[in-house]
C-alpha cells in the first residue's frame, strides 16, 4: 500500500527567508498530489495540487514541485511570515487508479519567528 | 455557504458508551469521509462514502459504524466507547475529479 513520509521534526525558520517541506511517498507514482495548511485546533484546508505531468505549480508565494522520478514533491514557501506558521500535510490518492480515498502525511510543523 | 459542519464540537464519554457524530455539507458534493487525528498524527480514514446509500470502509474501521441516507448528511456512530478511541474527529467532503478535500471543524472526543 501506498505510504508517504514527512520530516516529523519541526522546522524553525527567520521571518523572510523560504521554507523547504519535503515529502516522499513509496510505491506507486500518483496522478496528483496535495498540500493542506492545519491550524492548531482547526480542520486542514487545502493549498495547492499538483498534477503528475506538473513539474511545478505556483500561487502567491507557495511553490510546489513534483518529482515522480525522485517519488517526492517539495513545497516552498517564499518570504515567510509569522502568519506561515501551522502544520503543512501533504495528501495523495491511497491506491492506484485515482480513487478519491486521500493518505496523509503526518504533518511538517513549521514555526516562522519575527 | 456553511460548508462543512460537524456537531458536537467536544464530548466526553464513558467506556461502553454510544453516541453520533453529526456532519453536514451544503456543497452538493457527492464523496464525504471521516477521519480521526491522534495527537502528532497524521489522519487516518475511517469511513467514506461516494453518494448516497453507498459506503465503505478506509484504514481504521474498527468500532465504528456510518450511514449515508442523504448526499448531505454523514454521520459517525460510535457503539461502544473505548479509549482508544480518544481522538479528534474530522468530516470531509470532495467532488470526485482530484478530489480536493473540504474539512470540517472537528469533534473531539475522550473516552474515559
Known amino acids: 500500500s501506498q505510504k508517504i513520509e514527512q520530516n516529523s521534526e519541526a522546522l524553525n525558520i527567520q521571518e523572510g527567508k523560504t521554507a523547504t517541506l519535503t515529502c516522499n511517498y513509496t510505491?506507486?507514482?500518483?496522478?496528483?498530489l496535495q498540500w493542506y495548511r492545519q491550524d492548531p485546533g482547526r480542520g486542514p484546508v487545502f493549498l495547492l495540487l499538483?498534477?503528475?505531468?506538473?513539474k511545478e505549480k505556483r500561487k502567491e508565494r507557495l511553490k510546489v514541485t513534483f518529482d515522480t522520478t525522485l517519488k517526492q514533491s517539495l513545497f516552498h514557501i517564499t518570504a515567510s511570515q509569522p502568519a506561515d506558521s501551522a502544520t503543512y500535510l501533504c495528501a495523495l490518492d491511497m491506491e492506484a487508479g485515482n480513487t478519491g480515498k486521500l493518505i496523509f502525511g503526518q504533518g511538517t510543523t513549521l514555526q516562522v519567528k519575527p | 455557504n456553511a460548508g462543512v459542519t460537524q456537531t458536537p464540537k467536544f464530548r466526553i464519554l464513558k467506556i461502553g458508551q454510544s453516541m453520533t457524530l453529526q456532519c453536514t455539507q451544503d456543497m452538493n458534493h457527492n464523496y464525504m469521509y471521516w477521519y480521526r487525528q491522534d495527537p502528532g498524527m497524521g489522519l487516518k480514514l475511517i469511513y467514506y462514502s461516494v453518494g448516497a446509500g453507498i459506503t465503505d470502509k478506509g484504514e481504521v474501521p474498527n468500532g465504528y459504524n456510518v450511514s449515508r441516507s442523504t448526499t448531505e448528511d454523514f454521520p459517525l456512530r460510535l457503539e461502544l466507547a473505548a479509549p482508544s478511541q480518544t481522538s479528534v474527529y474530522f468530516c470531509?467532503?470532495?467532488?470526485?475529479?482530484?478530489?480536493?478535500?473540504?474539512f470540517g471543524p472537528g469533534t473531539r472526543l475522550l473516552v474515559l
Open positions: 510505491n506507486y507514482s500518483p496522478a496528483y
Open positions: 470531509a467532503s470532495s467532488y470526485p475529479v482530484e478530489s480536493v478535500e473540504y
Open positions: 499538483i498534477r503528475e505531468n506538473e
